[in-house]
Structure formats: structure tokens, C-alpha cells
């Protein structure tokens, strides 16, 4: 069966279509079933037409018996039939024999959720962080046995980690080869497992991690600590740390990229005649001038007064919205003042404008064009 040619047994170019295939084996089929045609000899051509089909109505079977010739499995591989074939794959006829597992395995991955106040942000900080992880075991050093001893050979897949079985099969015998039982694949056994930790080579433990934070980190950021996190198996290389920041929330000041956000109150006579006043930014005091004139809604700005970006060196700045505090309560002589100030300006009457949705909706706006 395997040296016959499919599209020639069902009388078809080898460029012949899905539909082509498929017509030319139900005509065969039909004439060459045994029901219909009896006899040894039309059975036979009836299995060739029937395998030839199930090849070549496959699309995968097809590309793979078009790259390989007149043989469905291709001579240019190397195969000289079904022996040979489960014999490369199920470790006969010179089959690569399985390499036992080794004890050492990479470490897992590690997540610390760090918390950072506005500050830290602003020009980064340094933390000690306790983590709670896998170390390496001092007792047996990662060799997860008892000191003075060692592993030993499996007596049972004799050090290869691996045991052979024989199946029968329509094809004949197949050896198919499977980790090893007792030995879980390792090739050796372990006769006196480390009392400390339960032949593991490693132990949960309390550890203190020195990280430098950078500054412009923000919440939901995380930093990348190769070699930080816990001790593989058996002393196995370790993985890597995480930190998750989160920055909490400030009472005065806000972030808006490399900017910080903050809103200064203003007594009407300080915005009409201006004035110079001394805030407190997250840098210490620093002096800021109102000019004459400022209205509700605008922004005064002291550069370099941000936030320094993440792998970056010039700050941002400070951005201060102004918001003028009308008096609610004037006693007579105050509410006198401000009567004559509204005539000798001559102040014109409110009208209508567009709707604003409150100050902090003007200090948006006005933060995000200035």
C-alpha cells in the first residue's frame, strides 16, 4: 500500500481538486465494493482506493504526501515505514534516550505592593522591604538531603529517570518510555531527606529587601527586581521581585503627568490690588506673586516645582488655580466701602454667560490649557 501512487489510484492529477477527489472515489467505491464486485482481488484495490482517499481528502495528509513523492510518508524523510517510524519516536532503532529531571528548578516570581506618599514621588525614596519568601536552606545548603549525605541511584530506571514499556499493537510491539515511578523522574532518590526543610532545599523565611525607588513612579506601576525572589527548588536560581506602587492620596496637592495641582484661596482685596505670599510646596516654602487683577479660575505656575520623570532629569511645575473668597458677613462700615467702590467703578450689571460647572470644573479646564 505504501508504494502506490493515490492520485493514481484514483485516477486523478495530482492538481485535482477537493470535489474531483472526492467524485472519483465514490465512483471506485462503487464499483469496486465488495458487496458489488466479490473476490479477493477487488478488495484489496478497494482498501488502496479507500486509503488513498483518507490521504488525500485530508488537507494536512495531502501537503505532507505531496512533499514526500509517490510514498505517503516520504522517502526524503527517512522513514521506511511504520517500524521505522515508532521505532524514532517510542525510543527504538537508535531513539535519543530521555535525560532525567534535574532537582533545580527557577524560583517563582514575587509580588510586593508598595505604598508611597506624594513626596516619595516627587523626588524618590529608599525602602527596606520585609518580604516574606523562600530562602535557600542553611542545613543542607540546597542539596535537600541530611549533611554526610547524598542521592543515590533509582534502582529502578537505573539513574535515567525514565522506565521503557512494551505494548502490543496491530503494528507489533512499541516501546513507549514514561517518568519513572519511585523516582518521580529524577533519577535518584533521596534515602535521608534534610529534617529542616522536608528535602525541599529551600525554607519560607523573612527577608529584608534594600530598593531604591525612582522618582515619577505612579500607582499601578510595577518595578522589576531581577534575582529578587524566592530560591528555586533544591537551591535553583531565584526568580524575580515585583513591586506594585500605590501613591496615597494628598491633602493640598494632585497630579497631573509631571505637574503638580493645587488651589490657593484669595480675599477679594488680595485679587484686586495683588499681593506676594509664601506656600508651602512639598520642596518647603516658596514665595509666589499674585498680580493685580487675578480672577477666579486662573492659573499662577512656579516652574520646576513638579515632578521629576520616570528615567528623566527636569522636573515639571507647580500649578496654583486661584480662587477668590467673596465675604459673606460685612458690618455696616465694610458693606459702606464696598457700596462706594461699586460706584465709583461703576461696575456693570451681571449677565448671562456660558454655564460653568463650578470652579473646579474652570480649574480643570484652565489647568489643562495653561
Do not use: W
Not at 506618599?117 to 542545613?139: I, N, P, S, W
Amino acid at each position: 500500500m505504501a508504494d502506490q501512487d493515490h492520485y493514481e489510484v484514483l485516477g486523478v492529477a495530482r492538481d485535482a481538486s477537493p470535489d474531483e477527489i472526492k467524485k472519483a472515489y465514490r465512483r471506485l467505491a462503487r464499483e469496486l465494493h465488495p458487496d458489488v464486485n466479490p473476490g479477493a482481488d477487488a478488495e484489496e484495490k478497494f482498501k488502496l482506493v479507500t486509503h488513498a482517499y483518507d490521504v488525500l481528502s485530508d488537507p494536512d495528509q495531502r501537503r505532507r504526501y505531496d512533499m514526500g513523492g509517490d510514498s505517503p510518508f516520504g522517502q526524503s524523510a527517512g522513514f521506511g515505514g511504520f517500524g521505522d517510524i515508532f521505532e524514532t519516536f517510542f525510543g527504538g532503532g537508535g531513539a535519543r534516550a530521555a535525560r532525567p529531571r534535574s532537582r533545580r528548578e527557577r524560583g517563582q516570581d514575587a509580588l510586593v505592593r508598595v505604598t508611597l506618599d506624594l513626596a516619595d514621588v516627587v523626588f524618590g525614596t529608599h525602602r527596606d522591604l520585609e518580604v516574606d519568601t523562600a530562602v535557600l536552606c542553611e542545613t543542607c545548603e540546597g542539596s535537600c538531603c541530611q549533611p554526610g549525605t547524598s542521592p543515590v541511584t533509582c534502582e529502578i530506571c537505573h539513574g535515567s529517570g525514565h522506565v521503557e514499556r512494551t505494548v502490543r499493537s496491530l503494528l507489533g510491539n512499541v516501546v513507549t518510555s514514561a517518568p519513572c515511578g519511585v523516582c518521580q523522574g529524577y533519577g535518584t532518590t533521596i534515602p535521608y531527606p534534610c529534617a529542616t526543610c522536608q528535602g525541599q532545599g529551600r525554607v519560607r523565611a523573612r527577608r529584608t529587601v534594600a530598593v531604591d525607588i525612582p522618582a515619577g513612579v505612579e500607582t499601578g506601576l510595577r518595578l522589576q527586581m531581577p534575582g529578587s525572589g524566592e530560591v528555586g527548588p533544591a537551591g535553583g536560581p531565584n526568580g524575580d521581585l515585583y513591586l506594585e506602587m500605590t501613591v496615597a492620596h494628598h491633602d493640598v496637592f494632585s497630579r497631573e503627568g509631571d505637574d503638580l495641582l493645587a488651589t490657593l484661596d484669595v480675599s477679594m482685596p488680595d485679587a484686586i490690588l495683588g499681593a506676594t505670599t509664601t506656600i508651602e510646596s512639598l520642596d518647603g516654602p516658596v514665595d509666589l506673586e499674585i498680580r493685580p487683577g487675578v480672577q477666579a479660575g486662573d492659573v499662577l505656575t512656579i516652574k520646576g516645582r513638579g515632578i521629576t520623570p520616570l528615567r528623566g532629569t527636569q522636573r515639571g511645575d507647580l500649578r496654583v488655580g486661584v480662587h477668590v473668597v467673596t465675604p459673606t458677613r460685612l458690618d455696616a462700615k465694610e458693606r459702606a466701602l464696598i457700596e462706594d467702590f461699586k460706584k465709583k467703578t461703576k461696575s456693570p450689571a451681571p449677565k448671562l454667560a456660558e454655564f460653568q460647572q463650578g470652579l473646579f470644573a474652570r480649574l480643570r479646564d484652565r489647568f489643562r490649557n495653561s
